[in-house]
């Protein structure tokens, strides 16, 4: 009978891409999917570290895992938190059987082999040579979006971010490569194409030096078949005039950047070693919404990173007001081992107070999105449908250029679809509405 894997996964868009690659290499090994992790031979769980909630959620799961009755033969931990806490976990867990790094993922069917022939634990979390997924292998999750890797790992030194470490240094894939594989996803019936790096913006084709990641975006443009592209994330120091230029210019970009701040002060910015000012940083956004009409933007904020005093964090509520972002991911700092602010810096902000601004700040965005949202009933917005709507069976649920979700009554038919939605109303953060009347440019793809 054949093994059967079950994979679970923690944290970015990346690691989402990183488990449909260990899905593919599990195939490829031999093994079949399960339905969950009840009855899997192997469980993997593809984990993140760049959080202390993330490392938490990992552990609480293993339990689960290990619970009478739920019996899969091994637990594998791959990903960040496997890099970075390497064989700790076995003296933190008897539940796990396997840790396999970022930099040695493919070694996980090897690794499964032999702690299944031998009885033993095994780990790989070498610091060495990174040893890269093969190209083109990957099983998709996603009907309609496809993500495409075009960087490896991070040359940035930012004080809170365990991600230089765990992932190393950047490494940029062939444009070649990466053309074939979005054509690929193309091909079988996906419309949408999300490049991804840690920063993304920074790509130069080590194949092609004329192709930097404003070219790589023209390329893609061209490619046949493609609805939309999106990439995650880019760094603000990178935005270069000529990836404005192709924003501005490429129609199937999406009007949409995740642009991270992290925080509003400079003092704080300085400290965190993000090598860009809140002025820069304004001036930026400033810059892409007139070039960029109807950009929408996303961002990332840390409150209570060490030294934030309350003047800091008030520079903060006021950039988040100034931007005004269509939605924010905010969390508290919490100091990880292996991070420059670890070994330098005293997390000397209390937890208490770094959940006062947190709330703060969450208050001050949802009244800012909720004033964005309901300023879109009325008016009538490109969606590209991605599925049936978790609630409602009836309805089905998409998202604009610029990344807001609606739900609308509508036909599984049209997934993968670009369908005109006349929005009817707005919650804190989605919106909802009815299509009147599919135009010539929707189509219904063959997924
Ligand atoms: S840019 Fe900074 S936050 Fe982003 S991955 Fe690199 S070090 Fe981490």
């Known amino acids: ?56 959620k990992v552990f609480s799961r293993i339990g689960e895992l290990r619970a009478p009755g739920m ?27 396997i840790v396999v790094g970022t930099r040695a ?19 790989d979390v070498s610091r060495g040579e990174v040893s890269p997924f093969p190209p083109r292998l990957v099983r998709r999750s996603d009907p309609v979006k496809a993500y495409v890797t075009v960087i490896e790992g991070c040359n940035e030194a930012c004080a809170f971010c365990v991600v230089p470490r765990t ?5 940029m894939r062939p444009v070649g490569e990466i053309l074939a594989e979005a054509a690929d996803a193309l091909q079988s019936g996906r419309t949408e194409i999300h490049l991804l790096g840690q920063i993304v913006n920074r790509y130069r084709a080590p194949d ?39 924003m501005s210019a490429l129609p199937r970009v999406c009007r949409h950047l995740h642009l991270p701040v992290q925080s509003g002060s ?15 940083y304004l001036a930026l956004v400033a810059e892409l919404r007139a070039r960029v009409p109807g950009l929408h933007l996303s961002t990332d904020v840390i409150v209570g990173f060490p030294g934030e005093a309350e003047a800091d964090f008030q520079d903060t509520l006021s950039l988040v007001e100034a931007v005004g972002y269509h ?9 990880r081992p292996g991070t420059l602010a670890a070994a330098g810096l005293r997390d000397d902000v209390p937890d208490a107070e770094k959940a006062r601004r947190l709330a703060t700040l969450q208050a001050r965005q949802g009244a800012i999105q909720s004033m964005l949202l309901g300023a879109a009933v009325g008016t009538t917005v490109e969606v590209l449908v991605e599925g049936t709507s978790r609630r409602r069976v009836t309805e089905m649920t998409g998202r604009t250029s610029g990344n807001t979700v609606v ?22 953060h989605s919106l909802w509405g009815r299509v009147e009347a599919l135009t010539a440019e929707s189509r219904t793809p063959t997924l």
């Open 327 to 335: 939605s924010i991911f905010s969390f508290k700092y919490s100091e």
């Open 1 to 56: 009978m054949p093994r059967r894997y079950h994979i679970e996964t923690f944290g970015c868009q990346m690691n989402v891409h990183d488990s449909e690659r260990l899905a593919a290499l599990l195939e490829a090994d031999g093994y079949e999917r399960a339905e969950g992790p009840e009855g899997a031979d192997l469980v993997v769980l593809n984990t993140c570290a760049v959080r202390e909630k993330a490392e938490e």
């Open 407 to 428: 739900n609308f009554p509508g036909d599984p038919a049209w997934v993968g679809a670009i369908v005109p939605v006349t929005i009817e109303r707005a919650g804190p």
């Open 266 to 280: 400079n003092r704080v910015l300085a400290a965190m070693r993000r090598r860009h000012t809140r002025e820069d």
């Open 105 to 123: 993922a493919r070694r996980l069917p090897l690794l499964a082999e032999e702690a299944r022939r031998s009885g033993r634990r095994q780990a």
């Open 167 to 171: 992932r190393g240094g950047e490494r």
């Open 71 to 97: 019996g899969p033969t091994l637990v594998a931990v791959a990903g960040c938190l496997a890099q970075q806490a390497g064989a700790g976990i076995f003296a933190r867990t008897r539940g796990v059987d």
């Open 208 to 246: 092609d030096p004329a192709c930097d990641f404003a070219e790589l975006l023209a390329r893609v443009d061209r490619l046949p078949g493609l609805r939309r592209i999106r990439f995650a994330s880019p760094h603000p120091r990178h935005v270069s005039e000529r990836l404005i230029e192709a």
